[in-house]
């Protein structure tokens, strides 16, 4: 993550303003922020501008195709003159730059003089007419730790942080529920509570695809099948760290881990297709909680959207976003479902799921009665870990990632349910789980793989 613009304002905005001009979005993507937006993010704001080109029609008699013409939009003169007259009128730094197709503005990311108020210079440019808006340079963060079940494992198998990659192909021990030879699948007990096996003879969630916006993905994982999951980087395009981080690598393993393939462990939904868009950083090669910011993650929604992802795992939380709820509206209309995890106890409810029609999740241990809230297992949890190996990780990350894959199951049964539906079904489905402190709230993914909504009463009815 290293800083590429060194010279004047007019200059890095042309800079940025000719690389973007003419470019498609398949072909495009925007420089990496500098270091120092990381660092210090309070300096940055993120503002966009109309950017609305004439339709192109590229052949006599045809016509345009609206947002499935991605790969021809670019940035407008107007939207470049305007850039350039906000940096001039405002002393503002120009520091990287992307043309938003879904939503028709072209986004930049400003860095403010030393002496300029953040919140003044919003203010300002909330009321300047050139500007479509403008906001902070916000954080999120991610909600999972690395935890050590109370479940029956041989010594043997836990010598250190992450469980290695030394069983195959032997079968599994013993187990009345678990009919699959990955020999850690009887170790996940959150497959049991949520009904996932069941649900599996149903659908595997195959013809899904779920776009994963976290952190990188351990691609090369034995546990996940490298034909059905890409990847993209929009923190610094370095493929090796890309593989080396966790929580991504949690989520996906969550999602999608390979079924009966003799090794590791079992994925919800292993027929999906898994996008994983590192939008998200670890600030530390050792932390387990990762961060992302504004600019990075709506880059990723708009991939997610543009590629047409059924569902988008967003295992992170953080204050409201105008510009990112935007996105996830616009994704809404297009019919994508989003799952969302909520923030820890005690913080408020802001982004993803305080954006109407976001399925929000919390973790069953941790149930707060909010009416609106998915309730999923969420500490415990077995899953993937980069370098091939396996490891308990609690948080409402994991919980999102279980809502995401069931819900991919239930896309893989039946093909463009709605949002307003799936979120019904899942709700209405639910049980409470017994367990040695009491019941737990879950939801059931063999209950809604099911069970549809009566068209006309708009209540659940079993399928034969």
């Known amino acids: 993550m290293r800083g590429v613009l060194r010279n004047g304002s007019a200059a890095a905005v042309a800079l940025l303003l000719g690389a973007c001009a003419g470019a498609g979005f398949q072909r495009e993507a925007a420089r990496p922020l500098p270091q120092r937006a990381f660092v210090a993010p309070n300096r940055f704001v993120v503002v966009t501008v109309r950017n609305t080109p004439q339709p192109h029609v590229v052949q006599p008699g045809s016509t345009p195709r609206g947002y499935d013409g991605a790969g021809r939009y670019g940035v407008t003169a107007s939207a470049s003159e305007v850039i350039h007259a906000l940096a001039h009128t405002y002393r503002l730094h120009a520091v990287s730059a992307w043309p938003i197709t879904t939503l028709r503005v072209h986004c930049v990311v400003f860095e403010l003089p030393p002496s300029e108020s953040p919140s003044a210079l919003i203010a300002s440019l909330h009321r300047d007419p050139r500007v479509e808006s403008a906001e902070r340079l916000n954080l999120f963060q991610t909600d999972s730790a690395p935890t050590r079940a109370e479940a029956d494992v041989p010594a043997t198998a836990l010598p250190g942080p992450a469980l290695p990659l030394t069983v195959s192909g032997g079968g599994n021990p013993a187990s009345d529920w678990m009919p699959y030879n990955d020999p850690y699948g009887h170790l996940q007990n959150t497959l049991r509570e949520l009904g996932v096996i069941d649900a599996q003879r149903i659908s595997r969630g195959r013809g899904v695809t779920v776009a994963i916006i976290d952190t990188g993905v351990d691609v090369d994982h034995p546990d996940l099948d ?15 760290e890309f593989k080396l981080d966790r929580h991504g690598t949690e989520v996906a393993g969550v999602i999608g881990a390979v079924a009966d393939n003799g090794v590791g462990i079992v994925g919800i939904a292993p027929g999906a297709r898994l996008l994983a868009l590192k939008a998200c950083w670890q600030p530390s090669p050792s932390a387990s909680r990762a961060v992302c910011n504004s600019f990075t993650l709506a880059q990723a ?62 973790p069953s241990e941790e149930p707060s009665g909010d009416a609106d809230y998915l309730y ?7 899953t993937l870990v980069p370098g ?36 019904t079904i899942l709700a209405r489905s639910s049980r409470r789980i017994a367990m040695a402190d009491g019941p737990r709230p879950s939801v059931d993914a063999s209950a809604a793989l099911v069970v549809e909504l009566d068209p006309n009463e708009g209540r659940l009815a079993t399928t034969k």
């Open 376 to 382: 999923a297992p969420g500490h415990d949890v077995l």
């Open 226 to 240: 490298r034909h059905t999951i890409s990847r993209h980087d929009f923190v610094n395009a370095d493929y090796r």
């Open 301 to 362: 929604l708009e991939f997610a959207i543009v590629a047409h992802a059924d569902i988008v795992n967003l295992s992170l939380a953080g204050p409201p976003d105008p510009l990112l709820a935007r996105l996830i509206r616009r994704g809404l209309q297009q019919g994508t479902v989003f799952v969302g995890a909520v923030a820890p106890p005690g913080q408020p409810r802001g982004f993803p799921v305080g954006v109407g029609g976001v399925l929000a999740v919390a």
């Open 388 to 423: 091939g190996h396996y490891d308990f990780a609690s948080g409402s990350s994991l919980a999102a990632a279980e809502v995401s894959g069931i819900v991919a199951l239930m896309l893989g049964r039946k093909p463009h349910q709605s949002v307003a539906a799936i979120r």
